[in-house]
Every structure is written in structure tokens, then in C-alpha cells.
């Protein structure tokens, strides 16, 4: 039987990947500083997962266990030097933080001449997660343990979706998450290319997907958001029944897809509306309870310069498309108030304490002086 390292024991990791990776056959050593899921995922060896959609489906997922690589990274280590695939699923911002077990797993894979190739798969919400994380893991390598692993460790990005609700069970390993998913590597950054696991897409060029998911996914899901908590709805689930806030949208997506169109190949106009249709239906799903609070979280860096609104208003402006819906959407962000956000409350501190310029230059980044006025004039329409 095959064996996964997969960081992170969270709903992801156990809702997605875990079940994934069980269904090609893999044993799965779930890494995580979660007492609480490690113990139980060791004492029972199996879990299972509920789909949210008609009928509620149950899947079981065993041949697992759970290691806590706070009290126990040698263990971490020594799976990681026999395994066949090492996945994560635990936060952009702790990739960092696993970086230097990772490196000591494949020095100990060397160590013990292993040469069968290995991919380590980020499977994260961010752009370019593996790579990011080889530069980590290579920060902790001393110079024989880069060439080891140049020649035998693929870092290949990854691009996943599937949406996966807030939730409190009894059972600490039960999860929810909806029958939807998509999971595409970058084949051409691979290791081991005999190793392809079923249902997952395997493409030449990942950023197109990236970006698909990116400006339709996570700008769509915000913008709901957004556009919900303005109106006054705190689920993303009542508020996606206001028709109000469904063809905000609607709007957005018909934006973001005249911006994919124009910037790669790999889609035609029936396609893309044919995704985005299928991305607001998943919203609407109402066997997902999701909070607006969830969703809308860091709006600070969902404002970003490369973010999911800024990033598409600005190549949308540079190809003379329309961009008026984003910008609508943008100027509800501004006045997003949540006191259990950290970055919310420091957003709002921010537009108390300072210039409304000089906030959208500062969370924006912006340089562009038109789009700035535009921003402005947004942030102010939507004053009450």
C-alpha cells in the first residue's frame, strides 16, 4: 500500500485530500498539532465525511492515522523519508512554519538512499504554493540536500476548490463538505509522473486554472459576501436569495470572465459561463450553512494589489473592459464591520484615523491616480 504525509488534519484535510488520497489506495499519515483530532484519528483509524447536497451521502475513509509533529517530529520525519506523496492542506501562512520538518524528511530520505521520486503537493488558496514552499524547505538544507533533492522532489503548484462550511460536531473527525471539487497539479513540475491520482487533473500549464478559480471562486464567494453583509444578511445563504446580492455576482463573474477570455486560450465564452454558472449554484446549495463572517474574513488582504478584486479591475482597465460591478463591490468593502476580525477592526481604525486616500493607497497599493479617485468615489457612494 502506498503512503501520504499529508500536513494539516483540518476539515480540508480531512474533507478533500484525505479523501482523495483514500480512494487511490494511499495510507494516510495525518501531520497536525491537534491533540484532540491526532488521538482520535490514531485510536479509531477512520473517519467519515458527509456530503452536503440531496441524500447526504456518507463516505468512509480508513488505512489512516494522526501525527503530532509538536510532540513527535521524529515520527513526522520518518514517514516523510518512505512515503510516496507528502500533500499539505494547513494555511498559506504555516507553510513556513513546516518548512524545516519537511527539509529534515527528505535529508533523512537521502540519508537512507531513497531515490524514488517524491512530489510534495501545497494544496493551499494561494497562487504558486508549492514553489513557495520548496523555497522555504530549501532554507533549511545544507548544500547536499538541495542537490538530492533537485534531483528527486517535485514541488508541483496545485490549484483546489471545494467548499467547506463552518461546522461543529460531536464526533471530532466528522465532516461536512459539499459534493463539488476540483483538484489540478502542474504536471510539468512533477517528480514522479507515474504517480496520478484519480479524479485529480493533471495540466501543462497551471495558471489559467489559477486564475479561473481565483477571479471566479473567490471573487464570486466575496462578492456575495460583501454584498450581503452591506444589505444587512449574515449567511451566505440568505443572502444569496436576495436577487440583489445574486446578480452583484452574476455582475462580477460576467467581468472576470471577459478578463479570462481575453488573457488565455484555454477557454471559450460557453465554457467559462458554463463554470461560473455552476460556481453560483454552489453558493446557492443550502445544505451549506456558511457565514458571511467566514467568508468576508481579512478583507484587508482580499483589498490587495494581486487580490481578487484589485488584481482583475486593474487588467480590466489596461484592456479597456469593464470593470464597474468590481468596483461597486470594492466600495462595500470598505465599510465591512465585523468586531471578531482582526483586520476588519484595523481596516475601520484605519479609515477613522486617516485620509480615505491615504487608506486605499496603503490596502490597495495602488499607484494608478484615476483608479484611486474611482476607488474613492466607490468608498463614498456607499456611505450612509
Known amino acids: 500500500m502506498m503512503e501520504a504525509v499529508h500536513f494539516g488534519a483540518g476539515n480540508i484535510g480531512r474533507g478533500f485530500i484525505g479523501e482523495t488520497l483514500a480512494a487511490n489506495g494511499?495510507?494516510?499519515?495525518?501531520?497536525?498539532?491537534?491533540?484532540?483530532?491526532?488521538?482520535?484519528?490514531?485510536?479509531?483509524?477512520?473517519?467519515?465525511?458527509?456530503?452536503?447536497?440531496p441524500g447526504e451521502k456518507k463516505i468512509h475513509v480508513d488505512n489512516v492515522d494522526g501525527l503530532n509533529n509538536a510532540k513527535d517530529p521524529e515520527a513526522v520525519v520518518k514517514a516523510i523519508a518512505q512515503a510516496d506523496l507528502v500533500t499539505t492542506a494547513i494555511g498559506p501562512?504555516?507553510?513556513?512554519?513546516?518548512?524545516?520538518?519537511?527539509?529534515?524528511?527528505?535529508?533523512?530520505?537521502?540519508?537512507?538512499?531513497?531515490?524514488?521520486?517524491?512530489?510534495?503537493?501545497?494544496?493551499?488558496?494561494?497562487?504558486?504554493?508549492?514553489?513557495?514552499?520548496?523555497?522555504?524547505v530549501y532554507e533549511h538544507l545544507d548544500d547536499a540536500g538541495k542537490t538530492f533533492t533537485d534531483t528527486y522532489i517535485g514541488f508541483p503548484n496545485a490549484a483546489v476548490d471545494r467548499i467547506v462550511p463552518q461546522q461543529k460536531h460531536d464526533d471530532p473527525l466528522a465532516v461536512s463538505v459539499e459534493d463539488f471539487k476540483e483538484w489540478v497539479v502542474d504536471e510539468s513540475q512533477m517528480k514522479n509522473k507515474d504517480l496520478k491520482l484519480k479524479t485529480v487533473d493533471y495540466v501543462p500549464d497551471l495558471e489559467p486554472y489559477i486564475e479561473r478559480k481565483l477571479?471566479?471562486?473567490?471573487?464570486?464567494?466575496?462578492?456575495?459576501?460583501?454584498?450581503?453583509?452591506?444589505?444587512?444578511?449574515?449567511?451566505?445563504?440568505?443572502?444569496?436569495?436576495?436577487?440583489?446580492?445574486?446578480?452583484?455576482?452574476?455582475?462580477?463573474?460576467?467581468?472576470?470572465?471577459?478578463?479570462?477570455?481575453?488573457?488565455?486560450?484555454?477557454?471559450?465564452?460557453?465554457?467559462?459561463?458554463?463554470?461560473?454558472?455552476?460556481?453560483?449554484?454552489?453558493?446557492?446549495?443550502?445544505?451549506?450553512?456558511?457565514?458571511?463572517?467566514?467568508?468576508?474574513?481579512?478583507?484587508?488582504?482580499k483589498l490587495g494589489y494581486n487580490e481578487r478584486f484589485i488584481r482583475p479591475i486593474r487588467e480590466l482597465k489596461e484592456r479597456g473592459l469593464d470593470y464597474s460591478v468590481l468596483m461597486d463591490t470594492v466600495?462595500?468593502?470598505?465599510?465591512?464591520?465585523?468586531?471578531?476580525?482582526?483586520?476588519?477592526?484595523?481596516?475601520?481604525?484605519?479609515?477613522?484615523?486617516?485620509?480615505?486616500?491615504?487608506?486605499?493607497?496603503?490596502?490597495?497599493?495602488?499607484?494608478?491616480?484615476?483608479?484611486?479617485?474611482?476607488?474613492e468615489a466607490s468608498v463614498k457612494s456607499k456611505d450612509r
Do not use: W
Not at 491526532?38 to 447536497?53: H, M, P, V
Open 93 to 136: 501562512k504555516i507553510l513556513p512554519i513546516i518548512a524545516p520538518l519537511i527539509a529534515q524528511g527528505l535529508q533523512a530520505r537521502a540519508a537512507a538512499n531513497n531515490h524514488q521520486p517524491l512530489d510534495v503537493i501545497a494544496c493551499e488558496n494561494m497562487i504558486g504554493g508549492s514553489q513557495s514552499l520548496k523555497k522555504n
Open 215 to 301: 477571479f471566479s471562486v473567490n471573487t464570486g464567494h466575496a462578492t456575495t459576501a460583501y454584498t450581503g453583509k452591506y444589505l444587512g444578511y449574515t449567511t451566505i445563504g440568505d443572502a444569496i436569495k436576495d436577487p440583489k446580492v445574486f446578480n452583484q455576482a452574476k455582475g462580477a463573474l460576467t467581468e472576470t470572465r471577459s478578463l479570462l477570455l481575453a488573457e488565455f486560450k484555454n477557454f471559450n465564452e460557453k465554457e467559462l459561463e458554463t463554470y461560473q454558472n455552476r460556481v453560483l449554484q454552489r453558493f446557492q446549495n443550502p445544505y451549506i450553512s456558511d457565514d458571511i463572517s467566514r467568508v468576508a474574513r481579512t478583507p484587508i488582504r
Open 26 to 53: 494511499f495510507k494516510i499519515n495525518f501531520v497536525d498539532v491537534n491533540e484532540t483530532i491526532i488521538d482520535a484519528l490514531n485510536q479509531r483509524g477512520e473517519y467519515t465525511i458527509t456530503l452536503a447536497a
Open 331 to 375: 466600495g462595500m468593502m470598505f465599510h465591512y464591520v465585523e468586531p471578531n476580525d482582526a483586520e476588519a477592526v484595523k481596516l475601520q481604525a484605519m479609515l477613522k484615523d486617516q485620509p480615505l486616500v491615504d487608506v486605499i493607497k496603503a490596502v490597495t497599493g495602488l499607484k494608478d491616480a484615476a483608479l484611486i479617485d474611482e476607488v
